[in-house]
């Protein structure tokens, strides 16, 4: 058996666990985002993946052992070799090899095109591909990204402008610490909540330039001067806290995703703005990164049913993994 699937995939003979938020005995953590995170005997996972999971699940015992870009090693029946996702910090595909020759790519989160805080994915050939295709709905072809930076950064100075104060609202890890290196080198200020502040710092460990001004917490009064990254969460318990409740009306909110294509985003959210910055391939890149792997089989994970179904009209032998699955 190559790879099986239960709500959960696990590939070889070996039963590797992929990406699991239950306890296994070993597993691959592609990223360090909690979707994707668990605690486990044995977690294989690149050196910064192994920095933000200890920061995140705190493990009082764990053992990690470490992946290094392109360098393969055996696990079980299957040869290992993980390539850059493009993602976020530390993110990684993953190539199996089994011992018949196969060579089975999972790709987790991924996205193509390079950001300031994370290079471009690398994906190489295979015979199958498990891919992530969130935006597997041709709503998602999202702007070029050049376009979208210009979106962000106009919607930062009409808020200075009004007199109102810039609130990122972004997950914290990944998405927050590329928007404040883009409206860093664009001139603004930039301050992070506390929790958010702290990934920047195993970003910056790892040479990655974030370019934080302050660290400002729910007690603090924004001084007007900086744009605020906060996550959502957060936000919420500024608007509740005494201290920054006579700002709420000041505060001029900015969601960045690649939801942001979605005409009810804006009003979900309760944002002001909606931009499409996402750290996910888009609909065109799911297309990309079919072509680059060039699969004869390919299983999607996470996104909407009907992409594998328009992957076989156009001849591509595709389906959406359902639990249970086993194939070979
Ligand atoms: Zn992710």
Same mark, same amino acid.
Request: charged residues 25%.
């Given at each position: 058996m190559d790879f099986y699937w239960d709500n959960n995939l696990f590939l070889g003979k070996c039963r590797l666990?992929?990406?699991?938020?239950?306890?296994?005995? !070993?597993? $691959?953590?592609s990223h360090a985002h909690a979707d994707h995170l668990g605690r486990h005997g044995i977690t294989l996972c690149?050196?910064?993946?192994?920095? #933000?999971?200890? +920061?995140? #699940?705190?493990?009082?015992? !764990?053992?990690f052992r470490l992946l290094h870009w392109c360098e393969s090693f055996d696990w079980g029946d299957l040869r290992l070799t993980i390539y850059p996702a493009g993602h976020c910090l530390g993110s990684a595909?993953?190539? %199996?090899?089994?011992?018949a020759g196969r060579r089975i790519l999972y790709t987790g989160d991924f996205k193509l095109t390079p950001s300031l805080t994370a290079g471009a994915a690398q994906?190489?050939?295979?015979?199958?591909?498990?891919?992530?295709?969130? $935006?597997?709905?041709? /709503?998602?072809?999202? =702007?070029? /990204?050049?376009?979208?930076?210009?979106?962000?950064?106009? %919607?930062?100075?009409? !808020? $200075?402008?009004?007199?109102?104060?810039?609130v990122i609202e972004a997950y914290a890890l990944g998405k927050s610490q590329e928007v404040t290196?883009?409206?860093?080198? %664009?001139?603004?200020?930039?301050?992070? %909540?506390?929790?958010?502040?702290?990934?920047?710092?195993?970003?910056?460990?790892?040479?990655?330039?974030?370019?934080?001004?302050?660290?400002?917490?729910?007690?603090d009064i =924004?001084?007007?001067n900086?744009?605020?990254?906060?996550?959502?969460?957060?936000?919420? +318990?500024?608007?509740?806290?005494?201290?920054?409740?006579?700002?709420?009306?000041? $505060?001029f909110r900015i969601a960045v995703t690649g939801w942001a294509n979605h005409p009810q985003t804006v009003r979900r959210l309760g944002v002001d703005r909606a931009i499409p910055l996402s750290d996910h391939a888009d609909y065109a890149e799911l297309w990309t990164a079919i072509e680059q792997v060039s699969p004869q089989?390919?299983?999607?994970? +996470?996104? =909407?049913f009907d992409f594998a179904g328009t992957l076989r009209q156009a001849g591509w032998n595709a389906t959406t993994l359902e639990p249970p699955t086993a194939r070979r």
């Open positions: 666990a992929v990406d699991s938020t239950r306890t296994r005995q !070993a597993a $691959f953590c690149t050196p910064e993946t192994e920095a #933000l999971a200890r +920061h995140r #699940l705190k493990p009082k015992r !764990a053992i595909v993953l190539l %199996a090899e089994t011992a994906l190489p050939r295979a015979d199958v591909l498990i891919m992530e295709s969130t $935006f597997g709905d041709p /709503r998602y072809r999202l =702007p070029p /990204r050049q376009t979208v930076i210009d979106q962000l950064v106009s %919607a930062v100075r009409t !808020a $200075f402008e009004r007199g109102q104060i810039p290196r883009l409206l860093s080198d %664009a001139g603004f200020a930039v301050d992070q %909540a506390p929790e958010i502040a702290a990934i920047s710092t195993i970003y910056e460990q790892f040479g990655v330039r974030v370019g934080l001004r302050n660290i400002i917490t729910t007690q =924004p001084d007007g900086a744009v605020l990254v906060v996550s959502p969460r957060t936000f919420r +318990h500024m608007e509740t806290c005494g201290t920054s409740a006579p700002d709420v009306l000041r $505060f089989e390919i299983y999607c994970t +996470h996104g =909407p």
